[in-house]
C-alpha cells in the first residue's frame, strides 16, 4: 500500500499506527535498534524497525515536492 502525505514518513501519524500494530502482532521490539537511511540527499530513503519475533517493518519513503509517498512492507525472519 503506498500512502501520500505532506508530512515525513518518520512522524507520520499513519506510520506510527502501523508501527504500533506491528509490534503488537509480532511480540513487541527487539532489542535492536531501528535503522533509516537516505539514499538521495532528502529525497529518498527507507526505515526499519524490528520486532522480538525476528520480523521487521520496513518503510521506504521517496519525498517529491511537498508531497511524501510512503510504501510499508512485513519480512519475515531470515
Known amino acids: 500500500m503506498v500512502v501520500a502525505t505532506q508530512i515525513p514518513a518518520v512522524i ?4 506510527e499506527d502501523r508501527i504500533a500494530d506491528f509490534l503488537s502482532r509480532h511480540g513487541g521490539p527487539a532489542n535492536r535498534q531501528e535503522r533509516e537511511g537516505d539514499m538521495a ?7 526499519e ?6 520480523y ?17 512492507a512485513e519480512i519475515p525472519p531470515s
Open 12 to 15: 507520520s501519524v499513519d506510520g
Open 56 to 72: 521487521k517493518l520496513r518503510c521506504d519513503w521517496s519525498r517529491v515536492g511537498s508531497m511524501t509517498q510512503m510504501s510499508f
Open 49 to 54: 524497525v524490528y520486532a522480538a519475533d525476528g
Open 41 to 47: 540527499l532528502h529525497s529518498r530513503g527507507w526505515s
